[in-house]
């Protein structure tokens, strides 16, 4: 069975966000670890 191919977009679309706001927040907005575990 083949993967709908909304999935696939939708994971094309929101993992490069996830990625660039985690690696915004690192950079720009140092916090525990903790804290940014609980946002995401």
């Known amino acids: ?3 709908p191919p909304s ?3 939708w ?3 929101v993992l490069p966000r ?3 706001n985690s ?3 690192a950079i ?3 916090q525990p670890p903790k ?3 609980l946002q995401m």
């Open 1 to 3: 069975m083949e993967k």
């Open 7 to 9: 999935i696939e977009r």
């Open 11 to 13: 994971g094309l679309a």
């Open 18 to 20: 996830l990625v660039s």
């Open 23 to 25: 690696w915004a927040q």
């Open 28 to 30: 720009h907005l140092p």
């Open 35 to 37: 804290v940014l575990g």
